[in-house]
Every structure is written in C-alpha cells, then in structure tokens.
C-alpha cells in the first residue's frame, strides 16, 4: 500500500538525496534547482512512501487554476523512481494520485513524461499507465540526441559539420570553458532578438544563480577566436546518462568561420570519453509539436543526432 503527502521546506535533504539515486532523476529536480523561481508557480510537489514508511517515489509538480500540472518551470517531469520500482507500483502511484487529486477539486491532470534519454536504467513503466488510466497525449516534442555509448549504431556527421569544425581550426579558435556567462549572453540576446523577437527562457541573473548552486553540473562552453568568444553553448550535465545542450548561438563572424561547428563536434568526442550515453540537443519545435522548425532540426541531425520525443499527457479527473 503506498501513501502519499505533499512536499514542503523541511523535506528539501530527503527529496534530493531520493533524486540523486532514483533511476531517471536529473540535477533539474533539485530543490535548488526548481525553486530558484518560486515565485513563479505555486508548488504542490508530492512524496510517496511504501507501507513501511520508505521514500519510493517523487512527483514535482505545480497548480494553476485547478489543474495539476508536472512543474511548468521544468523541459519534462513525471514520476522520479527508484530502481526497485516495479510496474505494478506505478500502477498504484497513479491511482493513488488521481484520488488524491479528485479529492482535493482538481479537474486535470498534466504529466509530462521524462525522455528516454535521461532514464539511467530501463523506466516506461509510466507510459504503461498513462495508458491504462485513459491519459490522452496533449504535446508531442521531438528532440535531436546523439548516441555516444560504444555499443551505439553512430549516425554519420554531415560532410558540411566537419568541414566547417576543419574551417574554424584552421582560423585558429580554441574550445575552451568559461564563467564568463555576460559576454555569451549578448551573443544569444542580439540572436534571439534578431531573427525571433525574444528573450532567452533564464536571465542573465538567473544562469548566474544556477551556475552558482550547481557548477559542476552547469557549464559554459565558448569557441574563443583572438581571446574574444564567438560561439558558445550551456552544457547541463544532468545525470550520468546524458548531457542536454541548450542555447546554442554564434556571432555573424563565428557563423562564419564554422564555431559551433567545431564546438559542438569537441564536446562530442569529449562527453563520449566521459562515459555519458547521450548528448540531447532539444527540440525543434512550436505549437505543442504541431509545426516543426525542419532547418533547425537538420542542423542538429547533421552532427548525426535522431529523434527522442519530450511528450505531454492530459488526464480528465
């Protein structure tokens, strides 16, 4: 019989200690991480326990409106495990959920589901149940990763991609880490702006903050032509089963000389020596999946990256 009580402050060691050994949890759903924007969203997190009283399961999540949402300040969500959990155990963990959530007046329910690439052990037991509780898809996300595993099938990496990282070594650009988190982000602004007209998802303040709580898992990537940075990319290192890249963006001049292509092709070589099994690139898509930006994605299929999906799932209460 598992039972079930809402998260708060005090329970802040045991939730990131259950993260740290669950078998799909990232740094992401640290209390340090999902709090630095509290204010943003009203937590209802929930914190299940087996009948002798032992920490199973996590779910971060929020509320809004009446609706149950997995944490809207986070990529993906869903069900943090441990790797003694079993199908049927999660079968439960959604029935107990869903009484709970009937009874305290929600009308939905809004899971997001962890991509694959993140399990550190084998964990769809979730989809199973997402099934069997009649849950419809909402969003449906597709992400480019790249295998880096030795017992992987390699994708080939486009002519193009190494010819440009052939291009950026000859005009002599380095690869080189950085804190200097301020002079990328003029970079990735001025981009954004330009051909989007927005604003990068965290502020200069705020990747300072995380960067600060988390350095070891959050890290800044540059290609420096004459000691001046003309392309980079934030590397989140989020468990030992995969790197996520994200805000990837280069000067017109870095465009040119091919910087992230280098960039992107080092942190390859250099994650796939460190043993991660994959390297995510995101996904490429607006409108719930609905429109798919197709020279995006082929630009990250080009360093031999294929398709994981980043789903949302709508249960009616």
């Keep these: 019989m598992i039972s079930l009580r809402r998260y708060t402050a005090s329970d802040s060691s045991d939730w990131d200690a259950f993260v740290k050994c669950s078998k799909n949890g990232t740094f992401l759903f640290n209390r340090g991480y999902m709090d630095y924007h509290a ?7 929930l914190m299940y326990y087996d009948e002798k009283g032992k920490l199973t399961a996590l779910l971060p999540a929020n509320e ?12 993906y969500g869903g069900f943090i495990l441990s790797a003694e959990t079993r199908a049927a155990d999660v079968l439960e963990l959604f029935k107990v959920t ?6 305290n007046s929600f009308t939905e329910w809004r899971y997001k589901q962890m991509p694959t690439c993140y399990h550190r052990c084998p964990s769809e037991e979730d989809e199973y149940a997402l099934w ?20 992987s099938l390699y994708p080939d990496v486009e002519r193009r991609r190494r010819r440009g990282m052939k291009k950026a070594l000859l005009a002599e650009y380095e690869i080189v880490e950085s804190v200097d988190y301020g002079a990328f982000w003029k970079i990735m602004e001025a981009n954004l702006m330009e051909r989007y007209g927005v604003t990068p998802v965290h502020t200069l303040q705020e990747i300072q903050l995380l960067h600060s709580r988390f350095p070891k898992q959050i890290r800044l990537c540059l290609a420096v032509k004459d000691n001046t940075p003309q392309a980079g990319c934030v590397a989140y290192m989020a468990n030992d089963a995969c790197v996520h890249i994200q805000y990837g963006h280069a000067t017109p001049q870095g465009k040119n000389d091919g910087a992230l292509d280098l960039l992107y092709l080092t942190l390859i070589d250099e994650f796939r020596k460190s043993g991660f099994r994959y390297m995510d690139f995101g996904n490429s898509n607006e409108q719930g ?3 798919l930006n197709e020279n995006l994605i082929a630009q ?18």
Aim: with cysteine; glycine share 12%; proline share 2%.
């Design 98 to 103: 869903a009484d709970y959530l009937r009874h």
């Design 300 to 317: 990250k299929e080009g360093f031999g990256g294929r398709g994981i999906t980043y789903k949302q799932w709508r249960i009616k209460l």
């Design 64 to 75: 809004r409106d009446g609706i149950y949402h997995s944490h809207q300040g986070l990529t």
């Design 39 to 45: 204010d943003r969203f009203q937590d209802h997190s």
């Design 132 to 151: 069997r509780s009649g849950a419809e898809i909402s969003s449906c996300l597709i992400s480019t990763t790249i295998p880096l595993n030795t017992m």
């Design 289 to 291: 999946g609905r429109y």
